[in-house]
């Protein structure tokens, strides 16, 4: 089960959760027409290429990208200049742009339920590791660049 425990497969489950709830709960409520349907494919697509970027700054520096593990570089390059955690940025505006895409009213307030769950999960435990071995370096990274954005 702890080979699971990972943010893709939290994405897919809130997704699937989103896509549920627009299936079967719907309630009557709507966001209506195509431009909510438009802005919910840019944040998809948006979120896909955050995603996309950050994880070849991790191939580029041929470190981990699985969230269990210490990487063996700190990266503050690429979208790493302006988020700690462009991969999870990215996650949350995918998951926002399916619950947009899927007229899912009622699952929006999974989005900082997605956020928290991350932070918890995964954010918290990394930076911990990541204090331990880059000590002076994060530090400066962290009071340098934000968290989310």
């Known amino acids: 089960m702890k080979k699971l425990d990972l943010p893709p497969v939290w994405l897919i489950g ?5 896509w549920v709830q627009a299936d079967q709960l719907r309630l009557g409520l709507g966001f209506g027409g195509g431009v909510v349907d438009l802005f919910g494919g840019l944040l998809v697509g948006g979120g896909i290429i955050l995603v ?13 990208i699985d969230p269990r593990n ?14 700690r955690n462009p991969i999870y ?3 949350a505006l995918i998951l926002t742009g399916l619950i947009l895409r899927f007229d ?13 769950v991350m932070e918890r999960r995964f954010i918290f435990p990394e930076e911990t590791r990541l204090r331990r071995q ?15 954005v």
């Open 89 to 91: 940025l990215g996650d």
């Open 52 to 64: 996309g970027m950050a994880a070849l700054e991790f191939r580029r520096h041929r470190t981990t």
């Open 134 to 148: 880059f000590r002076q370096e994060f530090h400066r990274y962290e009071t340098k660049v934000r968290r989310w």
């Open 70 to 83: 210490t990487p063996v570089v700190l990266i503050t390059s690429g979208p790493y200049k302006r988020s």
């Open 14 to 18: 809130f997704a699937v959760l989103a």
């Open 104 to 116: 899912a009213v009622l699952s929006l307030p999974l989005v900082p339920i997605f956020i928290w």
